[in-house]
């Protein structure tokens, strides 16, 4: 099996094959040994090239979220990722919600300057923490979400200008 992922702005190849009793995982062109050690609904405990790991895992449509070690990622197909990176609201660049969350702390403010991958925000949505993070450089132009807010999916979080 064949995936193809964008992970923010890095794609991930992913292939598996059976091997024995798990699988050969190939990551972007690195070679590992994984067995499933156990699978619940939004939990699997593997043994990755030996060491194990537990992953937490949610999906939301084609969006899938990962958490492991304290880091929470999404991956989207390639074709809806680039759709979402930002969408051209009267030159600016709007970043909208991934899904339904509780802003847990806004790392911006409106008017400053911010790069490309800086996190404007932080997001808690079914017990993982979401880093959003701006897909260009720019000014931020309005801020629209606070620390404690509860935001839906979609909705309109920070616009970056230039």
């Not at 899938?64 to 197909?77: M, N, V």
């Not at 990722?81 to 806004?106: C, F, H, K, L």
Request: aromatic fraction near 6%; include cysteine.
């Amino acid at each position: 099996m064949h995936f193809r992922y964008q992970s923010g702005q890095q794609t991930v190849e992913v292939t598996l094959e059976r091997s024995g009793d798990g699988f050969r995982a190939q990551v972007n062109g690195v070679e590992y040994a994984v067995e499933v050690l156990d699978r619940q609904p939004g939990v699997l405990s593997l043994r990755f090239d030996g060491r194990p790991l537990t992953f937490y895992w949610a999906q939301d449509g084609s969006r899938k979220w990962i958490s492991q070690g304290g880091c929470t990622y999404w991956l989207d197909p390639p074709a809806q990722r680039a759709s979402q990176r930002g969408s051209e609201v009267d030159g600016s660049t709007a970043i909208r919600a991934p899904m339904p969350a509780q802003v847990r702390a806004v790392q911006v403010a409106s008017g400053e300057t911010v790069e490309r991958g800086q996190v404007l925000l932080l997001l808690e949505a079914m017990k993982m923490e979401i880093q959003v993070k701006s897909p260009a450089a720019g000014r931020v132009n309005r801020l629209l979400a606070a620390a404690g807010q509860t935001v839906d999916r979609d909705q309109l979080l920070v616009e970056i200008g230039e």
